[in-house]
Protein backbone atom coordinates (compact mmCIF):
# COMPACT_ATOMS: atom_id res chain seq x y z
CA UNK A 1 0.00 0.00 0.00
CA UNK A 2 2.68 2.10 1.10
CA UNK A 3 4.37 1.44 -2.45
CA UNK A 4 1.32 2.79 -3.95
CA UNK A 5 1.41 6.25 -2.04
CA UNK A 6 4.60 6.45 -3.65
CA UNK A 7 4.14 6.27 -6.97
CA UNK A 8 1.15 8.13 -6.90
CA UNK A 9 2.75 10.87 -5.41
CA UNK A 10 6.00 10.64 -7.46
CA UNK A 11 3.44 10.34 -10.70
CA UNK A 12 1.78 13.77 -9.22
CA UNK A 13 4.97 15.43 -8.20
CA UNK A 14 6.52 15.09 -11.89
CA UNK A 15 3.25 16.08 -13.13
CA UNK A 16 3.46 19.14 -10.90
CA UNK A 17 7.08 19.91 -12.07
CA UNK A 18 6.38 19.26 -16.04
CA UNK A 19 3.67 22.24 -15.45
CA UNK A 20 6.12 24.44 -13.78
CA UNK A 21 8.52 24.27 -16.38
CA UNK A 22 6.36 24.68 -18.99
CA UNK A 23 4.84 27.81 -17.51
CA UNK A 24 8.50 29.14 -17.11
CA UNK A 25 9.30 28.07 -21.15
CA UNK A 26 6.12 30.02 -21.77
CA UNK A 27 6.78 33.33 -19.62
CA UNK A 28 10.40 33.42 -21.39
CA UNK A 29 8.92 33.21 -24.67
CA UNK A 30 6.07 35.93 -23.75
CA UNK A 31 8.61 37.81 -22.57
CA UNK A 32 10.66 37.85 -25.97
CA UNK A 33 7.28 38.87 -27.75
CA UNK A 34 7.21 42.15 -26.18
CA UNK A 35 5.88 45.03 -28.35
CA UNK A 36 5.22 48.57 -28.07
CA UNK A 37 2.36 50.12 -29.77
CA UNK A 38 0.26 52.86 -30.08
CA UNK A 39 -3.49 53.40 -30.22
CA UNK A 40 -4.69 57.17 -30.91
CA UNK A 41 -7.84 58.33 -29.06
CA UNK A 42 -10.14 59.87 -31.35
CA UNK A 43 -13.31 60.34 -29.08
CA UNK A 44 -13.75 63.06 -26.76
CA UNK A 45 -13.99 62.34 -22.91
CA UNK A 46 -13.35 64.01 -19.68
CA UNK A 47 -12.65 61.15 -17.09
CA UNK A 48 -10.18 58.70 -17.01
CA UNK A 49 -10.50 54.72 -15.39
CA UNK A 50 -7.04 52.64 -15.36
CA UNK A 51 -7.51 49.68 -14.22
CA UNK A 52 -3.99 46.93 -14.50
CA UNK A 53 -1.62 44.49 -12.24
CA UNK A 54 1.86 45.08 -13.29
CA UNK A 55 2.24 48.17 -15.32
CA UNK A 56 4.46 51.37 -15.19
CA UNK A 57 1.49 54.12 -15.81
CA UNK A 58 3.17 57.63 -16.96
CA UNK A 59 0.55 60.19 -18.01
CA UNK A 60 1.86 63.69 -19.92
CA UNK A 61 0.23 66.21 -21.54
CA UNK A 62 0.54 66.06 -24.91
CA UNK A 63 2.82 68.39 -27.20
CA UNK A 64 0.78 68.12 -30.58
CA UNK A 65 -2.84 67.83 -29.48
CA UNK A 66 -3.31 64.49 -30.11
CA UNK A 67 -4.51 62.12 -27.13
CA UNK A 68 -3.26 58.43 -27.95
CA UNK A 69 -2.01 55.59 -25.86
CA UNK A 70 1.22 53.55 -26.37
CA UNK A 71 1.60 50.19 -24.24
CA UNK A 72 4.05 47.24 -24.02
CA UNK A 73 1.98 43.88 -24.79
CA UNK A 74 2.02 40.58 -27.19
CA UNK A 75 -1.00 38.72 -27.71
CA UNK A 76 -1.69 37.23 -24.81
CA UNK A 77 -1.21 40.21 -22.12
CA UNK A 78 -3.03 43.34 -23.89
CA UNK A 79 -4.56 46.85 -23.43
CA UNK A 80 -7.83 47.83 -24.50
CA UNK A 81 -8.76 51.01 -24.81
CA UNK A 82 -12.26 52.18 -25.36
CA UNK A 83 -14.28 55.83 -24.56
CA UNK A 84 -17.51 54.66 -22.70
CA UNK A 85 -20.05 57.47 -21.87
CA UNK A 86 -16.73 60.04 -21.81
CA UNK A 87 -14.81 57.79 -20.13
CA UNK A 88 -11.32 56.92 -21.42
CA UNK A 89 -11.27 53.07 -19.84
CA UNK A 90 -7.67 51.76 -20.22
CA UNK A 91 -7.49 47.93 -19.15
CA UNK A 92 -4.54 45.44 -19.09
CA UNK A 93 -6.04 41.97 -20.35
CA UNK A 94 -4.35 39.18 -19.21
CA UNK A 95 -5.54 35.95 -21.93
CA UNK A 96 -3.26 33.10 -20.20
CA UNK A 97 -4.53 30.37 -18.87
CA UNK A 98 -3.64 29.07 -14.68
CA UNK A 99 -0.80 27.68 -14.85
CA UNK A 100 0.70 30.07 -18.28
CA UNK A 101 0.41 32.98 -15.28
CA UNK A 102 3.06 31.54 -13.00
CA UNK A 103 5.86 33.74 -13.97
CA UNK A 104 5.51 36.76 -15.91
CA UNK A 105 8.96 38.52 -17.25
CA UNK A 106 9.23 41.51 -18.93
CA UNK A 107 8.11 45.50 -18.02
CA UNK A 108 4.15 46.42 -19.00
CA UNK A 109 3.94 49.69 -19.42
CA UNK A 110 1.45 52.56 -20.39
CA UNK A 111 2.32 56.02 -21.69
CA UNK A 112 -0.86 57.90 -21.91
CA UNK A 113 -0.79 61.43 -23.84
CA UNK A 114 -3.24 64.10 -22.72
CA UNK A 115 -3.95 67.04 -25.26
CA UNK A 116 -7.17 68.23 -23.11
CA UNK A 117 -5.22 69.82 -20.02
CA UNK A 118 -8.29 69.65 -18.00
CA UNK A 119 -9.86 66.46 -17.09
CA UNK A 120 -12.65 65.94 -14.66
CA UNK A 121 -12.01 62.72 -13.36
CA UNK A 122 -8.96 60.35 -12.79
CA UNK A 123 -9.25 57.22 -11.05
CA UNK A 124 -6.51 54.54 -11.20
CA UNK A 125 -6.40 50.82 -9.90
CA UNK A 126 -2.95 49.33 -10.02
CA UNK A 127 -1.19 46.11 -8.15
CA UNK A 128 2.18 46.56 -8.70
CA UNK A 129 4.01 49.41 -10.66
CA UNK A 130 5.12 53.04 -10.46
CA UNK A 131 2.86 55.58 -11.54
CA UNK A 132 3.90 59.10 -12.70
CA UNK A 133 1.33 62.06 -13.29
CA UNK A 134 3.64 65.00 -14.85
CA UNK A 135 3.43 68.44 -15.18
CA UNK A 136 1.17 70.26 -16.94
CA UNK A 137 -2.29 68.79 -16.25
CA UNK A 138 -5.40 69.32 -14.20
CA UNK A 139 -7.81 67.49 -12.96
CA UNK A 140 -10.95 67.77 -10.93
CA UNK A 141 -11.00 64.48 -8.93
CA UNK A 142 -7.96 62.09 -8.34
CA UNK A 143 -8.15 58.53 -6.86
CA UNK A 144 -5.23 56.34 -7.21
CA UNK A 145 -5.30 52.72 -5.46
CA UNK A 146 -2.65 50.30 -5.45
CA UNK A 147 -0.18 47.68 -3.81
CA UNK A 148 3.20 48.24 -4.49
CA UNK A 149 4.79 50.91 -6.25
CA UNK A 150 5.84 54.88 -6.29
CA UNK A 151 3.24 57.61 -6.83
CA UNK A 152 4.78 61.06 -8.41
CA UNK A 153 1.73 63.51 -9.17
CA UNK A 154 3.18 66.72 -10.11
CA UNK A 155 0.08 68.02 -11.78
CA UNK A 156 -2.88 70.30 -10.13
CA UNK A 157 -6.46 68.71 -8.64
CA UNK A 158 -9.20 71.53 -8.71
CA UNK A 159 -11.48 69.96 -6.60
CA UNK A 160 -11.04 66.74 -4.55
CA UNK A 161 -7.98 64.90 -3.77
CA UNK A 162 -9.96 62.43 -2.44
CA UNK A 163 -7.61 59.59 -2.33
CA UNK A 164 -3.93 58.23 -3.20
CA UNK A 165 -3.61 55.69 -1.52
CA UNK A 166 -0.71 52.50 -1.46
CA UNK A 167 -0.95 49.09 0.94
CA UNK A 168 2.89 49.77 1.34
CA UNK A 169 2.83 53.26 1.25
CA UNK A 170 5.66 54.78 -1.09
CA UNK A 171 4.30 58.37 -2.06
CA UNK A 172 7.29 60.10 -3.64
CA UNK A 173 6.36 63.29 -4.85
CA UNK A 174 3.23 65.20 -4.45
CA UNK A 175 3.04 68.86 -5.52
Known amino acids: ?51 VDTDVINIYASDNDVDKVIVVENESIVVETKVINDTLIIKRVDKRNFFDRLFSFGKYQIDLYLSN ?7 IESSTGNITINKGLTFGNVEIEGSTGNITFSSNVNKNMSKIRLKIENIVNYC
Do not use: C, P, R, T
Not at 25 to 38: G, H, P, W
Not at 117 to 123: A, F, K, R, Y
Open 117 to 123: EVIESLD
Open 1 to 51: MKKIFWILFGLLFGIILLLFIISLVKAIQLKSSLEENEYLISESFNEIDID
